[in-house]
């Protein structure tokens, strides 16, 4: 499921835009620890395309995109 | 462009390489990608019924199944397929995505020429490292991994051929066309599959005895030209790989030959003033848009459509080249009247202008007209545009549009400006 978060983003020197932490439901700041790839990618499960980060989070795996001016990730839906 | 040009057999030393990329089913792919629920359901996206645009603009490969065609009115579809999912179109979307297609493209080639939207050919002879057929691959590749939509790709000689090879094989596909199998593939499909054969061509054709792509590549010049003036040069040259157009540079803006616009109102127009509202706010959208490009017309064309669907359309030259609004939409005005007696309600008018000179040419001034005047209309226009561009295009309006929204509340301007392009 398509979910659109907040998220605490920096330029860096040239130019780069870098997530830093990622904001979630129940409020809490979770700290992005590591970026492992960036790429132009589509997403089939949340639907949607854009800028794809692979990032680290809490030792995790994740998938955050960045669709013009908002980050999306595939959230697991909650029943 | 003259049509001999379009079609010389000695104007490239060496083959180029050029690759056809048609997104498929475009619109109702990105829909699909963006609601992962209506992925294995049958898919059109379609114009607003009730303001009567309802027609199918774009389906899925399962509505395709079905037998659903872009073109037809819902209802229509719906016989066909009656579980079909009719979604209204997002532009905004479907001109994002066809930019980001554009910029993988722009890896390739500065050789991109859009036709529409989802459709552009590359010219990638000076790719380097890759010929045609690893380029088409690694588009493929790449507008499915970045996009999330498929594509199929015709590379050929020319563009004719590339733009039947994007055809032939669809969807997810990629077809080469070259000297050697152009005959066996291109000439054995029927007439009506090539760029330029339209119904009323392929009825002619038919008459004539030529019902393949190969049997117009056969038939004497001569006759084809007997039957079909200019036209037969042309499709004869397409016909026999002779297309020698020139992918257009990315940066270049292919040159402008008309602006025009059109619309199916949500009610019919009955009356005279009916047709004015619907004139100005038509007239006021491509006089901005000429202005936008610095054009100035002299030719004001009209089309109107009754409610049975019969239709025409009619033409007057002006004396002096203009970019005024209500020179203009008068002219407009005055020959819809004196070519229409509104017998029968209208459905959809439309106006466009074309016999362009640039905006900056010197004016010559006239004893005769009241040049003062023409100045305030420049001035009023120019202040009208600024004030549109900042605040919206309903900010300031002509009184004659107040109190019918029903007819005159639409930015033909603005609202989905995907404009249609010709080939030549």
């Known amino acids: ?79 | 462009m003259n049509i001999l040009n379009a079609v010389d057999q000695n104007k490239y030393k060496k083959d180029r390489v050029i690759l056809h990329s048609d997104c498929n089913g475009f619109y109702a792919s990105v829909e699909c990608l963006h609601n992962p629920k209506l992925r294995n359901k049958p898919v059109a996206v379609s114009g607003d019924a009730e303001n009567r645009h309802g027609i199918i603009l774009a389906k899925n490969e399962i509505a395709k199944k079905y037998g659903v065609k872009t073109g037809e009115a819902i209802w229509q579809a719906k016989q066909k397929c009656p579980e079909l999912e009719t979604l209204s179109p997002h532009f905004d979307l479907y001109k994002r995505f066809s930019k980001m297609a554009r910029r993988i493209y722009s890896d390739y080639t500065d050789r991109i020429e859009s036709f529409g939207l989802d459709e552009a050919w590359l010219d990638v002879t000076h790719n380097i490292g890759k010929n045609g057929y690893e380029t088409a691959i690694e588009i493929n590749r790449r507008i499915k991994e970045e996009l999330g939509i498929t594509v199929s790709i015709g590379v050929s000689f020319n563009k004719i051929f590339a733009k039947f090879g994007s055809d032939y094989k669809k969807p997810d596909a990629i077809t080469l066309i070259t000297r050697d199998n152009y005959k066996d593939i291109v000439w054995n499909s029927p007439a009506e599959d090539l760029l330029y054969v339209g119904r009323a061509t392929k009825k002619k054709l038919n008459k004539l005895g030529i019902y393949t792509i190969g049997d117009i590549a056969n038939t004497p010049l001569g006759f084809l030209r007997k039957h079909l003036g200019k036209w037969g040069d042309l499709i004869y040259g397409f016909a026999n790989g002779y297309d020698s157009s020139p992918v257009a540079h990315m940066n270049e803006n292919s040159d402008v030959k008309s602006i025009g616009n059109s619309t199916t109102t949500p009610r019919d127009m009955k009356t005279f003033e009916d047709v004015k509202i619907v004139m100005y706010v038509l007239c006021d959208s491509v006089c901005r848009r000429m202005r936008e490009q610095g054009f100035m017309s002299r030719t004001v064309g009209i089309s109107v459509r009754d409610n049975e669907l019969s239709s025409f359309t009619r033409q007057y030259t002006m004396d002096e080249y203009t970019n005024l609004t209500k020179d203009i939409t008068t002219a407009a005005i005055n020959l819809f009247k004196k070519s229409c007696k509104m017998q029968r309600p209208l459905r959809s008018i439309g106006v466009s202008v074309t016999d362009f000179v640039h905006d900056n040419i010197p004016h010559q001034m006239s004893i005769l007209n009241n040049e003062e005047r023409l100045m305030q209309n420049r001035e009023l226009d120019k202040t009208i545009d600024r004030l549109k561009k900042r605040f919206g295009n309903y900010i300031v309006r002509p009184a004659v549009l107040i109190g019918d929204n029903g007819l005159s509340a639409f930015n033909p301007k603005d609202d989905h400006t995907v404009h249609p392009i010709s080939y030549l």
Do not use: Q
């Not at chain 1, 990622?22 to 970026?35: A, E, G």
């Open chain 1, 1 to 79: 499921m398509k979910k659109y978060i907040k998220v605490t983003a920096t330029f860096d020197c040239d130019g780069n835009l870098i997530p830093e932490y990622i904001y979630w439901d129940d409020n809490r700041k979770y700290p992005i620890d590591r970026i492992t790839d960036v790429r132009y990618a589509a997403s089939l499960k949340a639907g949607g395309a854009g800028i794809r980060y692979t990032c680290m989070i809490l030792g995790k795996e994740r998938f955050l995109f960045l669709e013009e001016n908002r980050w999306f990730v595939d959230a697991k839906e909650t029943k």
